[in-house]
């Protein structure tokens, strides 16, 4: 979650450079739905965001805001948590993650909705074996667990 608008700043201009470096723009629509995306805090959903879009640039369709996230999701800036129909931020947007992406999985609490990511490479491998056992190749793995954070577990 962002709090000053100066980190917030640096965020987007690093990840318009990531998209640069990758031969792609973040135009000033994909930039404020990032933007959007960054400020909200926690996983956030389309629609939601096609609303606070409308409160800042007045009509928007839905696929406006669809192409705006896949773009997001193609460069590895946010993830799309299934789960909850929702995008958060990724905590390592414009890192090189390779052909594959770097491995991810979130941790949802299902009392208040707070989501963390995590980055466990013991758990990506631990999958990959079991999905190279059973003869599937992986491309991408996501894993989502719903649970109790500590917060209000306590």
Known sequence: MMHEAADLETTLDRAAEHCAARGAQLTPLRRKVMRLVLEA????????????????????????????????????????????????????????HGEHGHPHQFL????????????DHGVAHA???AAKRAGFTPERMTVEVEGTCANCAA
Not at 108 to 119: F, R, S, V
């Open 41 to 96: 805090g926690q996983p956030v959903g389309a629609y939601a965001l096609l609303d606070r879009l409308r409160d800042d640039r007045g009509p928007a369709a839905p696929p406006t805001v669809y192409r705006a996230l896949d773009f997001l999701v193609e460069q590895g800036l946010v993830h799309k948590l299934e789960r909850l129909n929702a995008f958060t931020p990724c905590i390592e947007a414009g890192h090189d």
């Open 108 to 119: 949802i609490c299902k009392t208040c909705g707070i989501t963390t990511e995590l980055t």
């Open 127 to 129: 999958l990959e074996a």
